[in-house]
């Protein structure tokens, strides 16, 4: 298995920023890719942004595209995702997942998911 954890969540102002960062461990082999999915309060999951291991090819929600960045660092095992420009709209439990396969966009595509950190983003 892949063993996921999430850290950097927390409080934030409204424009502020924050890091979260996903570190994998257990498995020699991570996965195509790594995404990041988030889940507000009566709301269904919904993904965040993607990255693929070996390339580096992202892909990003509509909604975050020209605030937030995912990063990787293969030597690490960890994914990174870089919030800026916060709005209290951005709050949410956000989780880090791995995928064996190739649509990194679906939910139900990623096998392996961390136990998420709460966002907080005060207006």
């Known amino acids: 298995q892949v063993h996921l954890v999430e850290s950097g969540g927390g409080l934030v102002q409204a424009g502020g920023s924050l890091r979260l960062s996903c570190a994998a461990s257990?498995?020699?082999?991570?996965?195509?890719?790594m995404g990041w999915f988030r889940q507000a309060p009566g709301k269904e999951r919904e993904f965040v942004a993607s990255i693929r291991w070996s390339s580096g090819t992202t892909a990003y929600a509509d909604s975050i595209k020209d605030r937030f960045t995912i990063s990787r660092d293969s030597a690490k095992n960890t994914a990174d995702l870089q919030m800026n420009s916060l709005k209290p709209e951005d709050t949410a439990v956000y989780y880090c997942?791995?995928?064996?396969?190739?649509?990194?966009?679906?939910?139900?595509?990623?096998?392996?998911w961390g136990q998420g950190t709460q966002v907080t983003v005060s207006s």
């Open positions: 997942a791995a995928t064996w396969g190739v649509r990194v966009t679906v939910r139900n595509a990623y096998d392996y």
């Open positions: 257990g498995s020699t082999f991570r996965g195509y890719a």
